[in-house]
Nanobody, 127 residues
Framework: QVQLVESGGGLVQAGGSLRLSCAAS????????MGWFRQAPGKEREFVAG????????YYADSVKGRFTVSRDNAKNTVDLQMSSLKPEDMAVYYC????????????????????WGQGTQVTVSS
């Protein structure tokens, strides 16, 4: 049974930083493209960042480029999202997602491309 468990959410002031982590189990992690998505109240879920099978295959939404960094540790089966210079508009529930793939260098940014999802972790940014 595949499980994705996010952690690290919380309350932070605008301009601050937060690091989210997603622990994966029940899958061969090195064969999964990982993504981070977020959903704010009243809005649709949107792509934030993705990382391919290799550590250097990363992709970001324009809204977070230069502020967020996604990384993975295949030995620990974890994917992290380092968030800096946080803005009130970054406030949302953040979800980790996994997609099976065998092609190195490829990432994915559409919700439909991901099969497995975590329960989410709340990030609140105060202005």
């Amino acid at each position: 049974q595949v499980q994705l468990v996010e952690s690290g959410g919380g309350l932070v002031q605008a301009g601050g930083s937060l690091r989210l982590s997603c622990a994966a189990s029940g899958l061969t992690f090195s064969y999964y493209v990982m993504g981070w998505f977020r959903q704010a109240p009243g809005k649709e879920r949107e792509f934030v960042a993705g990382i391919g099978l290799t550590y250097d295959s990363t992709y970001y939404a324009d809204s977070v480029k230069g502020r967020f960094t996604v990384s993975r540790d295949n030995a620990k089966n974890t994917v992290d999202l380092q968030m800096s210079s946080l803005k009130p508009e970054d406030m949302a529930v953040y979800y980790c997602a996994a997609r099976f793939d065998t092609t190195r260098g490829r990432t994915a940014s559409r919700i439909s491309e991901y099969r497995y999802w975590g329960q989410g972790t709340q990030v609140t940014v105060s202005s």
